[in-house]
């Protein structure tokens, strides 16, 4: 009761962050709106603003701008909320909404109950700085790729096809593949492919060498096949710290890997995942899977799990197979980075075959 007076008797400030200027609006410990007005979102004016004022709650919304404000907010001594925007249907559904509405609905909630807003804590800038190396890959990748589907597109109506081959080695099997007519109209668009699969691979050896040896957790995980540096450094940065979670079961929901619930009576409907968390790294695993399930991918308990699912039947059997296995690989993933165990792939052999099987080395085997 005393932490809730105490939390009562500070200044609540709701301040909704914009890309040229930021609303906020504060109300007192009794709930009356004593101030608002707007700032230029810049780092100079919200130190000038926010570093003569008392210690106050400040709720802001997670967004482009959230984390070097929040950054900047603590450093000054406030306390600061950032709000998940997933649990702001007051704001995002309301009928009148405005910049005005929007940081007063933030601070009144933020000042009754603060879990309402499901607070979320912002990465670390350094943290920050390495995810955007992957992200830029991965827009590069996406770009490529949307120019290799246009190159494969634009030869097909001429009655011409570019045989399948994987995209790194797209600009050099393609060219012999095009239309004389299209050769002069596609050749620039191919160089762009060329260029873009160099600075991938620019990319990935920085991830494979300076990234992830910045990051030792990314070499335990990337003991399970069909984790690379990629994956590994992803699963690392995005999910920060292993023990905020107070189970690795959680970390799947987390990534938004579980079905989403619409129970009703004896009704239990099958429903597609949440799609919660973060897209990039959800996409990664899938991928992931989709290798373990594949016909490259080793004997694993994984790869029999997973097609155990398949052979369940009905529809879309295989796709839930893959993102089952997706889910069960971040709990792995997970696991394996808090204990910094020797993955065995198969775990669940009897414990005699496991022996008659091992190494004569004493020391412990890794798979890659």
Not at 38 to 46: A, C, M, S, Y
Not at 107 to 114: H, M, T
Not at 218 to 228: E, H, I, R
Not at 315 to 324: F, G
């Amino acid at each position: 009761m005393q932490d809730f007076t105490a939390a009562l008797g500070k200044v609540t400030i709701g301040l909704d962050l914009g890309d040229k200027y930021s609303h906020y609006h504060t109300v007192d410990a009794m709930g009356n709106s004593t101030e608002r007005d707007r700032l230029v979102t810049t780092p100079e004016v919200f130190r000038a603003h926010f570093s003569g004022m008392k210690p106050a709650r400040i709720v802001v919304e997670a967004g482009t701008h959230s984390p070097w404000v929040s950054r900047l907010l603590a450093q000054l001594g406030h306390e600061v909320l950032v709000a998940n925007p997933r649990q702001l249907p007051l704001i995002y559904c309301n009928t009148k909404k405005s910049d005005q509405t929007d940081p007063e609905n933030l601070a009144r909630v933020g000042r009754l109950d603060p879990d309402l807003l499901k607070p979320l804590e912002h990465r670390s800038k350094r943290t920050q700085v390495d995810l955007a190396t992957l992200r830029a890959r991965d827009s590069l990748v996406a770009a490529r790729t949307k120019l290799i589907n246009h190159v494969r597109g634009s030869v097909k109506p001429l009655g011409a096809r570019v045989p399948a081959c994987s995209a790194p080695h797209f600009h050099q099997k393609a060219p012999e593949f095009i239309p004389s007519e299209l050769q002069a109209v596609l050749a620039p668009v191919v160089k762009m492919i060329e260029e873009l699969t160099h600075e991938i691979r620019k990319y990935d050896k920085l991830i494979a060498r300076e990234l992830c040896g910045k990051h030792p957790a990314t070499t335990v995980l990337q003991q399970v096949n069909g984790v690379g540096p990629l994956t590994a450094l992803a699963f690392v940065l995005i999910l920060a710290d292993p023990r905020r979670f107070k189970d690795s079961r959680t970390v799947g929901a987390y990534l938004g890997l579980t079905p989403r619930k619409d129970e009703s009576g004896e009704q239990q409907p099958q429903l597609r995942i949440t799609k919660a968390g973060d897209p990039f790294l959800r996409r990664l695993l899938v991928s992931s899977a989709q290798y373990i399930l594949g016909p490259f991918g080793p004997d694993s308990d994984l790869k029999r799990f997973g097609q155990a699912l398949s052979r369940r039947g009905g529809k879309n059997a295989k796709k839930r197979a893959v993102v089952a296995v997706a889910r069960k690989l971040a709990v792995l993933l997970h696991r394996l980075w808090l204990t910094g165990e020797v993955f065995e792939p198969l775990r669940k052999r009897p414990a005699a075959k496991r022996n008659l099987q091992a190494p004569s080395s004493s020391a412990p085997v890794t798979t890659h």
